[in-house]
């Protein structure tokens, strides 16, 4: 069941806590079961593609998680249009490879609804984090 009173920044809001905690249970409640996450970026970056579905998103988590030592993570700016959730943050993840820190903005793009996350759309310097990656 669907709570249809959360409004979609708040969701997006609760799903960033849950992953600020590892909480993937409660993360994954903020999902719709086919949901579809991009990480829009080329094969260095060992955790772009497309994941679809609540244990595919998880899976996309676990990737960053195998393959970074996340730093610093903010979310800095939240809009909202309608369903659409856009948001602004930064990070600074050390690569587990070769130690090198990468620290980039992005912006995510979210489409919530009745009240579940159905999409999320991830734009970074991706060219900069590739050369990092293959480094």
Known sequence: MT??????????????????TGNMEALKNTLSDDTVWVY??????????????????????????????????QTNHFFENGSRVVVLGNEKQKIKK????LSQDWVQSFVVENGLITRLDEFANTA????????
């Not at 094969?43 to 996340?70: A, H, L, M, Q, R």
Request: charged residues 20%.
């Open 40 to 73: 829009h970026g080329t094969d260095e970056i060992p955790y772009s593609g497309t994941y679809t579905g609540k244990d595919e998103v998880v899976k996309f988590i676990g990737n960053i998680i195998s393959n970074v030592d996340i730093e610093d993570f």
């Open 3 to 20: 709570n249809k009173t959360i409004n979609p920044t708040e969701t997006v809001k609760a799903m960033f806590a849950a992953f600020g």
């Open 98 to 101: 070769n130690g090198v820190l």
């Open 128 to 135: 900069h984090a590739a050369k990092l990656f293959s480094k």
